[in-house]
């Protein structure tokens, strides 16, 4: 008979539809408990408990779509153990056979609450949530929530059991510690998933703006104690960086805002997730000690800060979400992540993480990659703003040629050309600071609401800084076929991009970070340990000679391999042959276009000052 009335309940479940979401609040209050004690085998456990409003069938949603990500990049699939209650019963669940993250279960009459228990098997290698030192509390893995109901239109009292002998820093209101138990105080759920809670053995706080209300904190994690030792001389940049930041957007945040910066590349590094009023940073441990071993990735935390403005606190319409399963429009990415990791560079520089030299030599790296992507003969940087869509968590073989998520190095040199001509239509009167301190500027409500806006609103600001043809000025570069018109922005602020024998130092960083001979733009290759090839260049000379991205080299010219000599046939700029291992079997191939040794650089067109000079030495007084 049970299996019978569980066959029909279970029958009955698979009709059911996920509900849309309504304009009404959730009645009560979802109970959230998270422990996270068990660093061994890196799993999570969840328990919820969450009211019900009436009768009838209930829909339990795994978030999917994260903005961070832009993509539908939830991890149902690590979800195990799941069972949901009620009054200690058992409860049947269906998952939704056109959506695997809506689970389906129907309450008994009278219920009052549905028990939820689940395990969260969060990775054992590669992007880290827990290691025997730090913990990664991100809510958006660790919860279910009631369909029907907008995020922010629902609220969520949370706590989490730590390790042992673990502090912890969040952007969170703390209702109370007991013990290992860090209980928040109620908040919204959107505001819940926004605001990660990072825990470690080894931490430091340190103050970097002390704004009345709205400080600007730094909680530093890492796996040994010695690496807190953060010197002023050390912190400075970045607070200056910060500082730049602030006057770019013309005001100080009415918020308070905490730094989440972990040293531990193996939790996702180096990478960083923006939040409204915080930022989740993973870095090498000598991020601080030794920025001249960082120098391409020493803004990704400004980068995130920016996000708090732009991608945040001021969104795209497409990209407001009113739960985590709906989906997103990532139609101004463009402007969301291009816009940001321009002013990330800016301001770095500003602040003195990075010199003159080295901000030019990194703006040379993006150009350089912009004028020789293979991707822009076929698709236009409008339509990179897919790619999160259609590439996130797949292996992709030839990422030069699809393009990916190029919006990101496109993007500096199409707002540096934004930049350039509001300061040459105004004689240099305005810059593009001018439209930061406008499109953004704190509303009545800045500390609630999220501010949408669309590409029409944007040209909108933009004439009001510097009147022009501002749709035609995008969609010249938007919609090209190729990257001339985004690099010759280099030539109107003073710089031509060059190609020399000698790489310069941010060049030379960069491919020791990434453990490669990096002859990418020579002879189409780069070169990893024992002579694998990391990448190979779409078309270009290695490409047509018959090599290709996973292949082993074994000789050059004649010789066994080694990095040096591979660099010493590159620079005769005669004839390459070659001996490669290709699926197991030895191949002789012959590189006939060899342009000899290329790196790029930027090469100031004529003596005297430049304007990017100044947009990367001076931030300009607010008017």
């Not at 109970?31 to 409003?53: C, E, N, S, Y």
């Not at 959506?99 to 609450?113: I, Y």
């Amino acid at each position: 008979m049970w299996a019978l009335l569980l066959a029909a309940a279970n029958g009955a479940l698979a009709q059911a539809k996920v509900p849309a979401i309504g304009d009404a609040r959730f009645p009560g209050v979802i109970g959230l408990a998270v422990d996270a004690t068990d660093l061994t085998h890196k799993v999570f456990h969840v328990t919820q408990r969450i009211p019900l409003q009436a009768a009838g069938p209930v829909t339990l949603l795994y978030p999917q779509w994260q903005v961070a990500s832009h993509a539908p990049t939830g991890q149902v699939g690590r979800v195990a153990g799941l069972v949901v209650r009620c009054d200690g019963q058992p409860l049947a669940w269906t998952r939704d056979p056109a959506n695997p993250f809506a689970f389906h279960v129907r309450p008994p009459a009278g219920a009052k609450a549905l028990d939820v228990t689940f395990t969260y098997l969060s990775p054992r290698a590669g992007n880290l949530a827990m290691s025997r030192h730090i913990v990664n509390v991100g809510w958006s893995n660790l919860l279910l929530y009631p369909a029907g109901f907008a995020a922010q239109l629902m609220a969520v009292a949370a706590q989490v059991r730590l390790p042992a002998g673990m502090q912890f820093a969040s952007s969170l209101d703390v209702e109370g510690r007991d013990g290992d138990v860090v209980r928040l105080k109620a908040t919204s759920l959107d505001a819940l998933v926004d605001s990660p809670l990072i825990a470690g053995l080894h931490m430091r706080s340190l103050s970097l703006l002390d704004r009345p209300g709205a400080p600007v904190m730094l909680d530093v994690f890492a796996n040994q104690a010695e690496d807190l030792a953060l010197t002023d001389t050390a912190i400075s940049p970045f607070r200056h960086a910060v500082a730049e930041v602030q006057k770019m957007f013309g005001a100080n945040r009415r918020e308070p805002y905490r730094f989440l910066l972990v040293l531990d590349e193996r939790m996702g590094g180096p990478g960083g997730i923006e939040h409204r009023r915080s930022t989740e940073a993973f870095m090498p441990a000598n991020y601080f000690a030794r920025p001249q071993d960082n120098l391409r990735n020493l803004d990704l935390a400004v980068h995130e800060y920016i996000h708090s403005w732009n991608g945040t606190q001021f969104l795209p319409a497409g990209m407001h979400q009113r739960n985590f399963n709906e989906p997103l429009q990532n139609s101004l990415l463009w402007v969301d992540e291009g816009l940001t990791q321009y002013l990330g560079k800016v301001a770095a520089a500003r602040g003195g993480m990075r010199t003159l030299e080295q901000a030019l030599d990194d703006l040379a790296i993006d150009a350089a990659r912009t004028q020789q992507q293979p991707s822009r003969a076929w698709k236009p940087l409008r339509d990179s703003v897919y790619d999160p869509i259609t590439i996130s968590g797949r292996g992709i073989e030839w990422p030069d040629f699809t393009g990916k998520k190029d919006y990101y190095v496109d993007g500096v040199l199409l707002w540096l050309a934004v930049d350039l001509e509001i300061r040459a239509q105004t004689a240099g009167r305005k810059s593009l600071d001018d439209f930061l301190r406008l499109f953004f500027a704190p509303r009545a409500d800045a500390s609630a609401a999220v501010h949408t806006y669309t590409e029409a609103d944007l040209y909108a600001a933009l004439n009001q800084v510097s009147p022009g043809d501002w749709k035609r000025f995008f969609d010249a570069r938007l919609d090209a076929r190729d990257g001339a018109a985004l690099v010759s922005a280099l030539e109107r602020g003073g710089y031509r991009l060059v190609y020399t024998d000698a790489p310069t130092e941010t060049y030379s960083q960069d491919a020791l970070d990434r453990g490669v001979d990096d002859h990418v733009f020579s002879l189409g290759l780069s070169v990893g340990k024992a002579g694998l090839l990391r990448a190979v260049r779409w078309d270009g000379p290695a490409f047509r000679a018959g090599l290709t991205t996973g292949a082993r080299l074994l000789r050059v010219n004649g010789q066994p391999y080694d990095a040096p000599g591979l660099k010493a046939a590159v620079a005769s700029g005669k004839p390459v042959d070659l001996e490669a291992e290709i699926e197991g079997e030895r191949v002789e191939v012959r590189i006939e276009a060899n342009p000899g040794l290329r790196y790029p650089r930027l090469e100031r067109i004529q003596p005297g000052s430049a304007v990017i000079e100044a947009i990367f030495t001076a931030a300009p007084a607010p008017r």
